[in-house]
């Protein structure tokens, strides 16, 4: 039996969402037990300066034991990721950003060094990002780099990969046979 623990962050919200479609190609691909945060079941809020400020006395006291710790130590437990945000506005719905500013918990996804170099604390290897366009062409710097960025440089998690199927809403394209295309490719994916 295979103990890995995938957390799947799905950001997709339509129903029939092409994104979760990939999604779900590739966790299928992937081996060990799978934990969904469904974005848009969990009622995220940003954080508001009451909640950072209480946030913040917990992490001074080093107590991590309050339920809004949860998103955090699920991020930082997991032992591959899986991040599914269909591209909207050049970037990502914006549940993925609130849900990133619940994870940045100093001591449980990252520290600093008495230098103030951030130093990541998550246990992944790798995380997968997931998205699809409506247009191609279009620059990934704004979602999926935005996400690179936090993970490598704030979580340490070393390897973040990209899986994206683009021209999905343009005049004379087959939406249907571009994700299917797609899938086949994840299918064929060497697993390791
Ligand atoms: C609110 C919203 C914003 C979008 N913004 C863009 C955009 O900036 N550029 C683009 O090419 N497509 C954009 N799209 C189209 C989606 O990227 C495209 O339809 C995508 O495949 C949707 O994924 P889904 O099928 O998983 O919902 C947007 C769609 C929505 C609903």
Same mark, same amino acid.
């Given at each position: 039996?295979?103990?890995?623990?995938?957390?799947?962050?799905?950001?997709?919200? @339509?129903?029939?969402? +092409?994104?979760?479609?990939?999604?779900?190609? $590739?966790?299928?691909?992937?081996?060990?037990? /799978?934990? =969904?945060? +469904?974005?848009?079941?969990?009622?995220? *809020?940003?954080?508001? #300066?009451?909640?950072?400020?209480?946030?913040?006395?917990? &992490?001074?006291?080093?107590?991590?034991?309050?339920?809004?710790?949860?998103?955090?130590?699920?991020?930082?437990?997991?032992?591959? &990721? !899986?991040?599914?945000?269909? #591209?909207?506005?050049?970037?990502?719905?914006?549940? !993925?950003?609130?849900? /990133?500013?619940?994870?940045? !918990?100093?001591?449980?996804?990252?520290?600093? *060094?008495?230098?103030?170099?951030?130093?990541?604390?998550? @246990?992944?290897? +790798?995380?997968?990002? !997931?998205?699809?366009?409506? %247009?191609?062409?279009?620059?990934?710097?704004?979602?999926?780099?935005?996400?690179?960025? /936090?993970?490598?440089? #704030?979580?340490?998690?070393?390897? &973040?990969?990209?899986?994206?199927?683009?021209?999905?809403? $343009?005049?004379?394209?087959?939406? =249907?046979?571009?994700? %299917? =295309?797609?899938?086949?490719?994840?299918?064929?994916?060497?697993?390791?």
């Amino acid at each position: 039996m295979n103990n890995k623990k995938i957390l799947f962050i799905n950001a997709c919200d @339509r129903p029939d969402s +092409r994104t979760k479609r990939l999604a779900d190609a $590739l966790l299928s691909r992937l081996k060990g037990e /799978v934990t =969904e945060i +469904r974005l848009a079941d969990e009622g995220l *809020t940003p954080l508001s #300066y009451e909640e950072l400020m209480r946030r913040e006395a917990c &992490i001074a006291a080093g107590e991590y034991d309050d339920p809004a710790f949860r998103y955090a130590k699920a991020f930082a437990g997991a032992d591959e &990721i !899986v991040l599914a945000a269909p #591209y909207w506005d050049m970037s990502f719905p914006s549940e !993925v950003k609130v849900f /990133v500013e619940r994870i940045s !918990v100093r001591g449980l996804t990252f520290t600093f *060094t008495p230098q103030g170099e951030p130093v990541g604390l998550c @246990r992944a290897k +790798r995380l997968w990002y !997931v998205a699809t366009m409506g %247009a191609e062409g279009l620059p990934f710097d704004y979602g999926f780099g935005y996400i690179k960025g /936090v993970c490598g440089v #704030y979580y340490g998690i070393p390897e &973040i990969r990209l899986i994206s199927a683009c021209g999905l809403d $343009l005049d004379g394209r087959d939406a =249907e046979a571009i994700i %299917a =295309e797609k899938e086949r490719e994840i299918s064929e994916m060497p697993s390791d």
